[in-house]
């Protein structure tokens, strides 16, 4: 099932497309009980059982005309899940991404995104001129179905309620701003009643990463029977029209079922919570990457499509703010 979190002539619904640009809200389905669950986390927490009563439902009405649609052009659409508990990105995941490697660890690295940075499809991508340099991210996403720690990559999948398209979109001004160049103080592996210093580079995700609306998720959750093959998925990212991005999914690194497993033996994975696996962003050759995507310069809308998943656009809207009198002198 493709299911969506919208909103329509003044309520928010959980819809799934019933017909390609028609919609049917959850709650409308013949024998769903009166105050059934509106909100996405609750039909994740359904499980499998109600998934399929779901779709058994849905098979019934699709010749019955008596059941409202909904014109997909005429909804607002939100993130599939609005409110996940954290939202994990992995970095540098892309085979691509690999000869640029000076040093790296032999694991997924993620960090984490705020819930306040998402946007769904359709909604405005805003960057502020005080930002600097700002590029898209086309990404696969992977949606947990249930609470999931120390999993085994061998089961990882069934932990997955399905899949999303994600724009990690970063700001490499301000990765720039926040970069430290220091020393670091470490106890000695020999002789750990000493210290000694070590250089290091390091720059924090918090804005960079972070920012409102850094995060465009959508438009559709894609349950997992859908997709055969997650690790393997044709993935292409266009701004303002032009192809900057096309590339798959075989490429990651890491595996879908590598990554939940890895960040399960350090964070608990819960219902909703979101697992971006890393950016697609192969370039075809004589063709402009993502990192000449700066929308401070070029204008969008930026389009994200991912085999199965549907296709993800959203304007850009430059704000030209200055940034605010956050000193107390």
Known sequence: MKLATVYYRGRDLVATEIAPGELVALASLPGRQPGAPLDMLDIIAGGEP??????????????????????????????????????????????????????????????????????????????????????????????????????????????????????????????AEDRFHYWAVYAKKDNPNETERVEQHLSYAGRYKGTDTFGAMGPWLVTKDEIANPDDLMVTCKVGGELIAEDSTRYYNYKVAEVVSFISQFQTLLPGDVVSLGTAFKPGQGRKSIHHANFQTVAGPVEIAIEGLGTQENPVVIEDKELGAWRLS
């Open 50 to 175: 109600l998934k399929e009563a779901l779709r058994t439902s849905l098979d019934k009405i699709r010749g019955d005309e008596s059941v409202a649609r909904i014109p997909a052009a005429e909804v607002r659409w939100y993130p599939p899940v609005r409110r996940p508990s954290k939202i994990c990105a992995v970095a540098m995941n892309n085979s691509s991404s690999n000869e640029r490697k000076i040093s790296a660890p032999d694991h997924p690295a993620f960090f984490l995104k705020p819930l306040s940075c998402l946007v769904g499809h359709r909604e405005p991508i805003r960057i502020r001129r005080y930002y600097g340099s700002v590029h898209p991210e086309p990404e696969l996403a992977v949606i947990i179905g249930r609470v999931t720690r120390d999993v085994p990559a061998t089961s990882a999948l069934d932990a997955v309620y399905g899949y999303t398209i994600f724009n990690d979109i970063t700001g490499n001004g301000m990765r």
